[in-house]
C-alpha cells in the first residue's frame, strides 16, 4: 500500500510503468541474446564509467558540489581489471577483485566484492532490475542494466555483517523503447547470504526506499551470482508470487542493513542534497523549474567559446531558421536502436564537468553528452517546440553574442514531439496562434535550465525577427534594465550562438 506514489529523499515518485513494462518485454528475450550483450557491455562500461571517475572536476559555481560522483563511479574496477585480463569473458567469470584472486582458490565462501550477476523482482515482475553490480572493496558500487530491454545503471554503497551482503543503490532505467523517461533515480535495497561458488545462485530480499525516515518496504526478491548463466534456469522459471516473501531472517536482516546504516557517508546521493532549493533563488516565471542564471561565465570565456565555434566552418550545417552543429552524437548505432556516442572536445567537457558539479546532470546516471551548437543572424529564431524523448528531460542553455527574448508557450496537449516539422526545422504538433506564457530576457552568459513539465509539455521558442520589444510583463525584467533596457525599448539583435546541453538518452548497450 502506498508503493506506486512513495517518494524519498534525492529521488522522485516511483513510477512502476516503466519497469514493469520493461520487465515484460524482458522475459521474452532469448537468453543467448541476453548473454551476448551482456559479454559485449560489461568491459566497455566498466572502462567508461573509471575513465569518468578520473575526471574530478574544480567546485562549481553556486557553491554547489558533487564530490560524490567520481569516487561512487570506483566501484567497477574490478570489472575493469576482469577486462584487460580475459577480454570478452565478463559474462562467463566473475570479476573479483586482485587483492582476494588468490584467496578465492581455496575459499569455501567467496567475498563479495567484484561483479555479480543480478537480477531482483518488484511487486510480482521478475528482472525488474536486470544486469550486473559491482562491489568495490572500498564499500561502493555499480549497477549496468543488461541493455536488451532495460537500459540504465546505477550508483551507491554496500556493506557485510558475517555471511549476510547489503546494498543500497540509486537506479536510472527504463525500457530501452520507451517514449516516458524517469525524470529521478529510485533507492532500493537489497540482502542476500553469500553461501559459496558451489552453492550456486544466492537469492535475497529486494526492498524499495521510501521518502524520509519510513523503512525500506519489501517490495521482492533478488538473486546473485559469478556468471550470468546461473540465473538463467531462475529467469526461465518465472517465479513471481502474488506477493513478496522475506527469504532472509529478520535478524541478520536488521544487522546488515543497520552496518549498511552506519557507511551513509558512502552513499551515492546525499540525503541533504536538493538541487531544486539550492537553485530556487534564479527561479524564474509561473512555470515550474526554470531558473536562469546571469554571468555563469566570464566575458573572456565567452570570446573562446565564439572562436570555438566558428573553429571549423564545415562543422556549420545551414537550416530554414539557424544554422547548427551537433557535438556528442554519432550515426545510428549497428544495433539499429540508438546513436553512437563521441567524446567532447576538451571545452565542451569543461562545460559538462562544470554542470555535473552544480547537480544540474548527473555524472555517474545522466551525464551532459550532448551539445547542440545554434547560430542565429538577425531575422532568425526557432520555432516552438518541445524536445521530446529523445534526450533526458534537463536542458542547459548558454547564450553567447547578442541578448533576444525567450520564450514558453501554455501546455496545451498536441505535444507530438515523435513527429518532425520539416518547414520549421523542430519537433512538430504546435497550435497556431498561442501567446507566450512567460517570456524571459537571455543576456550574453547567461544560462537558462528547465526541466520536468517545462520539458515535456511547455514549448520554448525564439521569435523570428531582427528586433524585440521590451515589455514590462517580462518575468527577468530586472536583468534586461541591468542590461540598460526598459518596457518600451527596442533590442535590435546582433549574432547569438547558444549551447544547447542535454542527456542523450541510451536505446541500447553497445556502448556501455
Not at 28 to 50: D, E, F, N, W
Not at 148 to 158: L, T
Not at 379 to 403: E, M, N, R, T, W
Request: charged residues 20%.
Amino acid at each position: 500500500a502506498g508503493f506506486g506514489s512513495g517518494r524519498y529523499p534525492g529521488c522522485g515518485s516511483w513510477d512502476t510503468s516503466a519497469v514493469l513494462t520493461a520487465a515484460a518485454c524482458q522475459r521474452g528475450t532469448s537468453a543467448a541474446m541476453q548473454r551476448g550483450l551482456l559479454v559485449r557491455s560489461s568491459a566497455r562500461a566498466g572502462r567508461r564509467l573509471l575513465e569518468a571517475a578520473a575526471r574530478t572536476p574544480p567546485r562549481g559555481t553556486l557553491g554547489l558540489q558533487r564530490s560524490f560522483a567520481s569516487s561512487a563511479l570506483a566501484a567497477c574496477s574490478a570489472a575493469a581489471w576482469l577486462a584487460r585480463r580475459r577480454p570478452g569473458l565478463l559474462g562467463k567469470v566473475s570479476s573479483r577483485s586482485v587483492a582476494t584472486a588468490a584467496a578465492q582458490v581455496t575459499s569455501t565462501k567467496e567475498p563479495p566484492a567484484g561483479e555479480w550477476a543480478f537480477r531482483a523482482s518488484v511487486l510480482g515482475c521478475e528482472g525488474a532490475l536486470s544486469g550486473h553490480v559491482y562491489l568495490d572493496p572500498s564499500g561502493r558500487l555499480a549497477y549496468l542494466a543488461d541493455g536488451v530491454q532495460i537500459v540504465g545503471r546505477g550508483v551507491g554503497h554496500w556493506a557485510t555483517n558475517g555471511e549476510i551482503v547489503a546494498v543500497e543503490m540509486d537506479v536510472y532505467q527504463y525500457a530501452a523503447a520507451a517514449a516516458q523517461i524517469p525524470e529521478r533515480p529510485h533507492r532500493f535495497r537489497g540482502v542476500w547470504e553469500v553461501n559459496g561458488p558451489a552453492s550456486g545462485p544466492q537469492q535475497g530480499d529486494w526492498f524499495f526506499c521510501p521518502e524520509g525516515n519510513e523503512a525500506p518496504r519489501l517490495v521482492g526478491g533478488l538473486d546473485a551470482a559469478a556468471d550470468t548463466m546461473e540465473l538463467l534456469p531462475l529467469a526461465m522459471a518465472g517465479s513471481a508470487a502474488a506477493g513478496p516473501a522475506p527469504r532472509v531472517p529478520a535478524a541478520s536482516r536488521d544487522a546488515a542493513m543497520a552496518a549498511l546504516d552506519s557507511q551513509s557517508n558512502l552513499r551515492a546521493t546525499p540525503e541533504d542534497f536538493s538541487l531544486e532549493e539550492r537553485l530556487a533563488p534564479y527561479k524564474v516565471g509561473d512555470i515550474s523549474n526554470i531558473y536562469y542564471i546571469p554571468d555563469w561565465i566570464p566575458r573572456e570565456q565567452e570570446s573562446e567559446f565564439m572562436a570555438i565555434a566558428d573553429g571549423d566552418m564545415r562543422a556549420w550545417e545551414d537550416m530554414r531558421t539557424r544554422s547548427s552543429q551537433e557535438w556528442g552524437a554519432g550515426d545510428r548505432c549497428a544495433c539499429g536502436r540508438g546513436l553512437t556516442r563521441q567524446p567532447l572536445p576538451p571545452a565542451q567537457q569543461r562545460v559538462a564537468d562544470a554542470l555535473h558539479q552544480l547537480g544540474i546532470f548527473d555524472r555517474a546516471l545522466f551525464p551532459m553528452n550532448s551539445v547542440r551548437i545554434n547560430g542565429y543572424r538577425p531575422g532568425q529564431g526557432i520555432y516552438p517546440h518541445c524536445d521530446g524523448p529523445v534526450y533526458y528531460p534537463k536542458v542547459a542553455i548558454l547564450s553567447l553574442g547578442s541578448p533576444c527574448l525567450f520564450s514558453f508557450y501554455p501546455r496545451s496537449g498536441t505535444e507530438d514531439c515523435m513527429k518532425w516539422d520539416s518547414e520549421n526545422d523542430v519537433p512538430g504538433g504546435f497550435p497556431q496562434g498561442l501567446r507566450p506564457q512567460n517570456t524571459l530576457f537571455l543576456e550574453p552568459r547567461s544560462l537558462l535550465v528547465f526541466s520536468h513539465d517545462a520539458f515535456w509539455h511547455n514549448r520554448h521558442g525564439i521569435d523570428a525577427t531582427a528586433e524585440d520589444r521590451i515589455t514590462p510583463d517580462l518575468v527577468n525584467l530586472d536583468q534586461a534594465a541591468a542590461c540598460g533596457y526598459r518596457p518600451g525599448d527596442t533590442l535590435k539583435r546582433a549574432r547569438r550562438v547558444s549551447l544547447t546541453m542535454r542527456h542523450l538518452l541510451p536505446r541500447c548497450a553497445c556502448q556501455g
